[in-house]
């Protein structure tokens, strides 16, 4: 089943419970707190708070809402885990329903067959998990769903109590997972191998405020909010790995052309080299997210948003070079991203001269900055392991930003390649 059928499934599943169809906001949102929209409730923030009252006939919406996270830009590609952009497609309900109707709705679309227009999931091969205080989730999912109590794990605040990390709307959770088999890992449910235990859809039972905090479980919880309201998030990815039978999100049918794309131009073959397979997954995964970071409006730069979305095309530049790709591949990346996400965002065929251009100009810039940075840097870390030592001096690395444009971030993942470390203090 193709990602863009596994969203319109979602979307006719929940319009048909009564819920409003709400296409994704911006990825840019007005909110000092956040450099972009990260979670598919962000745009529903002010109706669980009590600020506005939700525009929806029947108090229930469903979208899903482009998201990106850049927290973890250095494991993209380390892990096929880990992704910058995602797709979380989500149901909504602001007072109306709460535990029963959630979990009855996300049952029935994940187990209905293909035919009847659900997913078609071995129901034997999911597991759950519930806040560790939760008996009520835990008795609907065995008493009303008829799950089995030993495919009914309990977790603490860290695994299963959402927030968004900052002050707001949070709840006790219940994340699904599938089973893929021994040959993903162990036995034992999600608390024993979340790799074999994959999770796929987290129904948060948002009911509390939370306060000032930090980590997932280190906050204060500071009130009931006015109504009790529900917020689930499935991953669109996860789920086209299991539809697709693929191994990770990188073989899916909207990341794995754009790799298909790079062999092409390299030269190297994906599969064969671990150090290869990074830098593969990392032209797949940035070239995605850079696209759609200009579709919303970023533009490169030095700063904020500007600077994330430089860093992504950047790494991208880097990554086709060191496969063995010559010249100018922004183009060819752009170009095939572009036609396999279009079908679920039309609105990229308006807008794609300009993202083009705008990609296209940024590696033209940057191909420049590369040739006399790389030389530069290599010449220094020679010069390093010559001397004994395995610390790049500070001064060469500012020298290499100050003078030749070649960014900190760049020089610390060439040094940390390099077996070296930097003295950024």
């Known amino acids: 089943m193709q990602t ?8 006719q599943h929940f319009v048909n419970e009564g819920h409003t169809e709400v296409p994704s906001a911006s990825l840019i949102l007005d909110d000092p707190n956040l450099l972009f929209v990260n979670a598919g409730m962000v745009p529903f923030k002010p109706y669980f708070l009590g600020q506005q009252n939700p525009p929806f006939p029947n108090g229930t919406a469903t979208s899903i809402q482009k998201c990106v996270r850049t927290l973890d830009i250095e494991e ?56 560790l205080e939760d008996d009520e989730a835990a008795d609907i999912w065995e008493k009303n769903i008829g799950l089995p109590a030993e495919r009914i794990q309990r977790l603490g605040m860290a695994d299963n109590y959402w927030s968004m ?16 088999g021994p040959e993903y890992g162990k036995e034992g449910g999600p608390v024993v191998d979340d790799s074999r235990y994959m999770e796929i859809w987290n129904l948060v039972f948002m009911e509390k405020e939370r306060g000032e905090g930090t980590g997932k479980d280190n906050f204060e919880i500071v009130g009931d909010l006015p109504k009790k309201n529900i917020d689930t998030g499935l991953g669109v990815e996860r789920v086209a790995c299991l539809l697709q039978d693929v191994d990770n999100v990188y073989e899916t049918d909207l990341l794995r052309p754009v790799i298909d794309a790079a062999e092409k131009l390299s030269g190297a073959t994906y599969g064969k080299k671990h150090e290869d397979d990074v830098r593969f997954r990392v032209i797949a995964d940035h070239s995605r997210t850079g696209m759609m970071l200009i579709l919303d409006g970023v533009t490169p730069g030095n700063e904020g948003r500007g600077y994330i979305l430089r860093r992504l ?34 609105e990229i065929a308006d807008n794609r001269e300009r993202i083009l251009k705008t990609a296209v ?40 930003h100050d003078t030749y444009g070649f960014p900190i971030d760049l020089t610390l993942e060439m040094a940390a390649e390099a077996g070296l470390d930097v003295d950024q203090e």
């Open 4 to 11: 863009h059928e596994i969203r319109d499934r979602f979307i």
């Open 76 to 131: 993209v590609g380390i892990t096929t885990r880990h992704n910058t952009f995602f797709q979380m497609a989500g149901n909504f309900s602001f007072g109306q329903y709460f535990k029963e109707g959630a979990i009855k709705n996300a049952w029935s679309l994940l187990t209905s067959s293909v035919e009847d227009g659900g997913y078609g999931l071995d129901p034997e091969r999911l597991w759950v998990t519930v806040y």
């Open 165 to 180: 990390g900052i002050p707001g709307p949070c709840g006790p959770s219940s994340e699904i997972y599938y089973d893929r």
């Open 313 to 346: 095309l950047r790494r991208i530049i880097r990554s086709a070079r060191l496969l063995g790709a010559q010249g100018e591949t922004m183009s060819v990346f752009m170009d095939t991203i572009m036609d396999t996400m279009t079908p679920s965002y039309p």
């Open 361 to 400: 100009n940024e590696e033209k810039a940057f191909l420049r900055t590369l040739e006399s940075g790389t030389s530069l840097f290599e010449e220094a870390a020679a010069s390093v392991k010559a001397s004994g030592s395995t610390m790049l001096a500070g001064a060469q690395a500012f020298t290499l």
